[in-house]
């Protein structure tokens, strides 16, 4: 997982070549925390959350690759404290809507507000926004020379400038938050994968984000393992934390979503109430879709 305001790199690292400089390297990439990132200060009246604005609200969102439109024309907004779940067949655009959302993946056309905030505008400070944005994916990027612990203070301290004892405070209290109180100096090759998936949860979960963005954060497990990140996820939809999650967990959908989109070639083909969509789903498309997979 990574939080928006990129705490780790985009695969697996391998030890940092120096530490003290705060560059990560990784295999086939490195990772920079800059020094100069001070996502608190030198905010501007445009960079100002707006406490009436909806978490997310996303307008005609397109996104090509290449002559590959992926997502076509794309409406959607989320209300505070909202769990929606997004499912659909592999291809259909989830993920990159996901992605987009936090500029992980930058729309081809269309606009993109995070708290009333519209991150497309060149003048932005993106860093800021992104630390508003917890994000959870399929990999668990942990780095793995670091402990639990230590996995989820280095980018408090290095982005959101927290001091080392405050960091590793908040990271404990993640970390039991998610049930691992007894894993803080365990390293991630010790754990085992939905340990490791709930560590990434609570790394996130130390940046104080006020939404948070799960790409079908258990399709990487077990089965066996896959109830206790579910649970994770449960307590922080009791909580009140608002949630967009890419799932392919209709349980988890219909017990904790409060809302469930059906997403089909770069379209929203069907929404609604997840138990009234799975039960009985209206679109042809829907249907079809959900008698293979329930």
Do not use: W, Y
Request: with cysteine; net charge negative.
């Amino acid at each position: 997982m990574t939080n928006g305001a990129s705490a780790q790199p985009n695969g697996p690292a391998q030890p940092p070549s120096t530490a003290e400089s705060g560059q990560l390297s990784g295999e086939g990439t490195t990772h920079q925390f800059h020094d100069s990132v001070q996502p608190a200060r030198h905010l501007q009246p445009r960079d100002t959350p707006d406490p009436d604005a909806p978490p997310i609200r996303v307008v005609g969102l397109r996104k090509s690759f290449g002559e590959h439109e992926v997502l076509r024309g794309i409406d959607l907004t989320v209300e505070r404290g909202e769990v929606v779940c997004v499912i659909g067949p592999s291809g259909s655009g989830k993920s990159t809507l996901l992605r987009s959302v936090n500029l992980l993946e930058r729309p081809t056309a269309g606009r993109v507000f995070i708290e009333g905030i519209d991150v497309l505008d060149p003048d932005v400070n993106l860093d800021f926004v992104r630390t508003r944005i917890g994000m959870v994916f399929q990999q668990f990027n942990l780095f793995p020379h670091m402990t639990a612990l230590r996995n989820t203070t280095i980018a408090q301290e290095k982005v959101l400038r927290r001091s080392a004892q405050e960091a590793a405070r908040i990271g404990r209290e993640m970390l039991e938050r998610v049930g691992l109180s007894d894993k803080i100096d365990a390293h991630p090759s010790q754990l085992s994968g939905g340990q490791q998936q709930r560590v990434a949860i609570a790394r996130s979960l130390a940046m104080n984000p006020d939404m948070m963005l799960f790409d079908e954060p258990t399709s990487a497990l077990d089965p066996e393992l896959v109830g206790e990140v579910l649970q994770s996820m449960r307590d922080l939809a009791t909580s009140g934390m608002t949630m967009m999650v890419v799932t392919h967990e209709m349980g988890f959908a219909r017990e904790v979503g409060s809302r469930l989109i059906f997403l089909d070639e770069g379209v929203v083909v069907e929404q609604g109430d997840p138990r009234e969509v799975l039960a009985q789903p209206q679109h042809p498309r829907t249907q079809l879709f959900l008698s293979k997979v329930l």
